[in-house]
């Protein structure tokens, strides 16, 4: 929604969430980690 509303297409801003998931879910597995449900940041 907010590349959506910057005046891109909405095709565009699909493709750059799927870019996010897409190295956050390699991210996971070449560190190995298990998926925490309740996981909480430390950034948070």
Partial sequence: ERIVEKGKSKKLALIAVCNKLLKQAFA???SGTYYQE?????LA
């Fill in 38 to 42: 309740n996981y909480l940041s430390k």
């Fill in 28 to 30: 996971i597995a070449k």
